[in-house]
């Protein structure tokens, strides 16, 4: 599984790096899981989709024509999708949380924005970022307009999202809130959460467990659920030959 890859914001060999995972990763039998934050924007109108994405694009629907399964929920900057996954792409596309079986275990999976925000603007612009009637307004701009003005805000949210200790306080939140939820949801054997871009294996003496696959931007972080159990890895990309 993938997550916070924030292709579009992020320097290019984060990207190029991003695509030869998708190359080299994924084999058939396996099953993509991507955790939000994929893209540093998207949003999808009827007839449109971000032009700027179109090479991973391309390379997500190369992962399903070799009979791959993949699997998106969408994180804060990217889970105004549709459609056009489901449909022109067979991507399974949740905007906010799943339970999905994965290698024999009940998971719960989400970005994990607008759950353990540690200032109430965040918890305000995940609940108004959410809501029917901004994304409806929202798609009644001309697409040009409307990718101009996420991507000021997203470059907005790199800004303000730097402080390590804050994003460190968001992940103690998160495995708490991971703790509780176990607690509470007994047929849950793993609990997937992203978006503080801190890597995370907490487990239980149940089995049941807590994940984070930190941030593909931070070294080509990802995680592995198997029926051997669930690893921590990094991927690293091939050097680039000159032309």
């Known amino acids: ?51 700027k994405h179109f090479a991973s694009v391309a390379k997500l629907q190369a992962v399903r024509a070799r009979g791959i399964p993949v699997t998106f929920v969408g994180g804060n900057h990217d889970r105004w999708g549709g459609s056009f996954f489901r449909n022109d792409l067979e991507i399974a596309f949740y905007a906010g949380e799943a339970e999905l079986e994965l290698a024999g275990r009940r998971a719960f999976v989400a970005h994990g924005d607008g759950l353990t925000e540690q200032h109430w603007s965040g918890a305000l612009m995940h609940r ?30 790199a800004d303000t999202t730097k402080d390590r200790a804050v994003l460190d306080r968001a992940a103690e939140a998160q495995q708490r809130w991971a703790a509780d ?21 907490d487990r239980w003496p149940d089995g049941r467990i807590y994940l984070n696959p930190g941030a593909f931007l931070d070294g080509g972080r990802y ?14 990309a091939a050097p680039l030959q000159p032309a």
């Open 128 to 157: 108004f970022t959410r809501h029917p009637v901004t994304i409806a307004l929202f798609r009644l701009l001309h697409p040009t307009i409307g990718f101009w003005i996420a991507d000021l805000f997203s470059r907005h949210l």
């Open 181 to 201: 939820f176990l607690e509470r949801r007994p047929d849950i054997a793993l609990v997937i959460m992203a978006h503080t871009h801190r890597p995370r294996v």
């Open 1 to 51: 599984m993938v997550a916070d890859a924030h292709l579009g914001q992020v320097p290019p060999a984060v990207t190029t790096a991003f695509h030869q995972f998708l190359d080299e990763v994924p084999q058939p039998g396996d099953h993509l899981l991507l955790t939000g934050d994929l893209f540093d924007f998207w949003f999808e109108y009827p007839t449109v989709i971000p032009r």
């Open 223 to 236: 995680a592995v659920v198997s029926g051997a159990g669930v690893e921590l890895r990094q991927f690293t």
